[in-house]
């Protein structure tokens, strides 16, 4: 049995039409479900990036020994305990901190694959996004295009294959047609989140919340697209029986 596992930063559970929401277009994550166990009551332990991927990597509520910091060298993490068994492990990340500054959560992976820039704060790099010209130039579809390109090499071998996509985390910087899906005048603007009660910060105003909250979910639209380009490809590698796909975020 093959396995693949997403991993999205941070999809909210009523922003999916498998959970209910009838206005946010997801029908690639969605399809997904439809033919899958979902899991209504799964509560996670650490939420900032960093914890919570040591969570997953390492199987325990790591925030009760460890915060933001590298994995320690004695903690075992999943791809090293699949690749003891010959299994081959492989990781494509966007994903900021997930290697950089030696914090080890590339360790046990044969292969691993980081697709940079997620760091250098998108929305505010005018040369980056000048750049930019079509939907695949974003990091979401690189890192999907990427595993993809991997499972062509290797679709007949044993795998466990991580994909960690940052997006939809802000900024919301997704083309403009799929904001325009949720807030038709968008003006391209790229809203950043205060990190505090909208309220309570100067020049954040109800209409700037919820053009932020358009670009959300126009970047949610985005990755479930990229996420349905890849699934359409491992169905036609023939791997959908023989492969448990594993969605979280």
């Known amino acids: 049995m093959n396995v693949i596992w997403i991993v999205t930063d941070t999809v909210r559970r009523d922003h999916l039409g498998a959970y209910g929401n009838k206005i946010i277009r997801t029908p690639s994550l969605d399809a997904l479900a439809a033919k899958s ?17 040591a969570d997953f990597l390492t199987g325990r509520w790591t925030m009760s020994f460890m915060g933001w910091e590298p994995l320690p060298e004695d903690v075992v993490t999943l ?6 068994s010959g299994i081959h492990t492989t990781a494509v990340v966007d994903t900021p901190f997930y290697s950089r500054s030696g914090m080890n959560f590339d360790r ?15 929305g505010e790099s005018p040369d980056e996004l000048a750049a930019w010209r079509f939907d695949s130039d974003r990091f979401a579809p690189q890192t999907f295009t990427k595993a993809g390109e991997w499972l062509e090499r290797h679709y007949k071998e044993d ?14 910087d997704a083309p403009l047609y799929y904001t325009e899906l949720y807030w038709p ?31 959300y979910c126009g970047e949610i639209t985005q990755v479930d697209t990229w996420i349905g380009y890849f699934l359409r490809k491992v169905e036609n590698m023939n791997l959908m029986e023989k492969t448990a796909i594993i969605f979280t975020t």
């Open 37 to 53: 166990v979902r899991f209504d009551r799964h509560y996670l332990a650490g939420f900032p990036t960093v914890p919570a991927r």
């Open 79 to 84: 791809p090293q305990i699949i690749s003891g």
């Open 108 to 122: 046990g992976f044969k292969s691993y694959y980081e697709i940079p820039g997620q760091c250098r704060l998108r």
């Open 159 to 172: 795998f466990f294959l991580y994909i960690d996509a940052w997006d939809p985390h802000d900024p919301w």
């Open 185 to 215: 005048d968008y003006d391209g603007e790229y809203p950043k989140p205060p990190y505090a009660h909208w309220r309570d910060v100067p020049g954040i105003t109800e209409e700037k919340v919820k053009k932020a909250q358009a670009a």
